[in-house]
């Protein structure tokens, strides 16, 4: 169970993407092999990136990195080949030097299918874990109204 420990900020930053599931991410059931659910919460985070301009290029020329550090995933209901899924990428506001989202994923019902969350922290091109939010990710959350 995915348990929400920040707050989310009053702006509920989000992006919709859809995919189309391809053939090489079933599996011999026929059904989306588990690990790609990662692979489409990717999708759904730069998309996110893009829409908000806080893509991984945009973090990089700030000298930054945002590995993950943690994820979860839970699975609710198989996707099938050719379907068409939305992932719902939400930015859960925090103040700490971290990037959080959840993401959710429907199938062209709308039921879901999966829900998750990743958490990515602040790396500097040394190798050099950021304890403090850096300046440009604050201003982004000060230009977004979040702060």
Request: charged fraction near 25%; include cysteine; glycine fraction near 6%.
């Amino acid at each position: 169970m995915i348990k929400k420990k920040e707050v989310q900020s009053k702006n509920n930053l989000f992006e919709t993407h859809s995919i189309r599931v391809r053939f090489n991410e079933t599996d011999p059931l026929g059904i989306v092999w588990h690990g790609y659910y990662l692979h489409y919460f990717e999708d759904g985070r730069e998309a996110f990136g893009r829409k908000y301009g806080i893509s991984y290029l945009d973090v990089e020329k700030h000298g930054y990195f945002t590995p993950i550090v943690k994820s979860t995933c839970e699975h609710k209901l198989p996707l099938r080949y050719g379907e068409i899924a939305n992932v719902e990428t939400n930015y859960i506001n925090t103040a700490s030097a971290k990037m959080v989202f959840s993401y959710k994923i429907t199938n062209e019902k709308g039921e879901v299918v999966c829900i998750g969350e990743t958490i990515q922290v602040f790396v500097d091109k040394q190798g050099e874990l950021s304890l403090s939010i850096p300046l440009f990710f604050e201003a982004w959350k000060r230009e977004n109204n979040l702060l």
